[in-house]
C-alpha cells in the first residue's frame, strides 16, 4: 500500500516500528517498569533498527515522509523519558543523548555515496562533531529559554 507522501517505506516503517514500540511501552510499565538506561539500549537495539533501515533513500524523499519516521522517534523518546505530551522533543533529545533521525538519514547518505574514498572517515568525524555542536547550541538556547522566563 503506498502512503500519502506517495511513498512505501514510510508506511512500512511505521508499521513495524509501531509493533516493536508496543514492546518499549511494555518495557517501561508504569509500576514495575525498566529505568531509562535500559529502555534508551533496547530503543537503541530494537526500535531504532527499523527506523535507520533505507535512510540513505528517505533522504531524497519528501519532508513529509521523513516526518512519519520522526514521529515513531519521538514516541520512543517519550517512553524512555516518560515525560508529558508537553515536554520539546529537543529537551528529550538532549536527555537521552539521541541524535536526529534526520542527521543519521544524511550520514548514512553520504557512506552510502562516498564509501570507497579514504577521507569517509573524517566524514563521520564532521558529522559526529556537527552533532555535537548542535546539542550544545539546544542546551545554550533551552538555558536561555529558562533565564527569559525567570
Not at 514510510?10 to 508499521?15: D, S
Not at 517501561?28 to 538506561?37: A, F, K, P, V
Request: hydrophobic share 35%.
Amino acid at each position: 500500500m503506498v502512503s500519502s507522501c506517495g511513498e512505501e517505506h514510510p508506511e512500512e516503517t511505521t508499521k513495524k516500528g509501531n509493533n516493536r514500540l508496543k514492546l518499549l511501552k511494555r518495557l517501561s510499565g508504569i509500576t514495575w517498569g525498566s529505568s531509562s538506561d535500559t529502555l534508551l539500549t533496547a530503543y537503541k537495539t530494537y526500535v531504532r533498527l527499523v527506523l535507520d533501515y533505507g535512510g540513505e533513500l528517505i533522504t531524497t524523499a519528501s519532508s513529509t515522509c521523513q516526518k512519519v519516521i520522526d514521529l515513531m522517534q519521538n514516541k520512543a523518546l517519550r517512553l524512555i523519558t516518560g515525560t508529558a505530551g508537553s515536554t520539546p522533543i529537543d529537551a528529550m533529545k538532549i536527555q537521552t543523548g539521541i541524535e536526529p533521525l534526520k542527521f543519521r538519514r544524511e550520514k548514512q547518505f553520504l557512506l552510502h555515496i562516498f564509501p570507497p574514498f579514504p577521507y569517509s572517515s573524517d566524514l563521520i568525524e564532521f558529522f559526529e562533531k556537527f552533532s555535537e555542536l548542535l546539542s550544545e547550541q539546544l542546551v545554550f538556547e533551552e538555558q536561555r529559554g529558562r533565564q527569559g522566563c525567570a
